[in-house]
């Protein structure tokens, strides 16, 4: 079992950056891929970003790409979601979520465990 705990939403106001972490436990997360998903007031819970297990790559989706970036620390069994720029369309819960076979990683289906969200509000 990898339970993982979301931290560091909060209300912020167009422009601003903001670091999400993701701290995993019961298991180290170097072997599993990991991601960012959110989900927005009457809306279906999208992918934000992922990173597989090695780091070698990432994904993006087209509305934060270039203003977010997400990295791993498996040393400290934390993955990070790097936002800059934000805007009021980036309001959300943001979950993040581990996959330990891979695969369709845009899918949340492909994921096994997933934090309880934490709340980003960006004012606008």
């Known amino acids: 079992q990898v339970q993982l705990v979301e931290s560091g939403g909060r209300l912020v106001q167009t422009g601003d950056s903001l670091t999400l972490s993701c701290a995993a436990s019961?298991?180290?997360?170097?072997?599993?891929?990991m991601g960012w998903f959110r989900q927005a007031p009457g809306k279906e819970r999208e992918i934000v970003t992922f990173i597989t297990w090695d780091g070698d790559n990432t994904y993006y989706a087209d509305s934060v790409k270039g203003r977010f970036t997400i990295s791993r620390d498996n040393g400290k069994n934390t993955v990070y979601l790097q936002m800059n720029d934000l805007k009021p369309e980036d309001t959300a819960v943001y979950y993040c979520?581990?996959?330990?076979?891979?695969?369709?990683?845009?899918?949340?289906?492909?994921?096994?465990?997933w934090g309880q969200g934490t709340q980003v509000t960006v004012s606008s």
């Open positions: 019961g298991r180290a997360l170097s072997t599993y891929a």
């Open positions: 979520a581990a996959s330990k076979a891979g695969g369709m990683l845009r899918w949340d289906r492909t994921y096994d465990y």
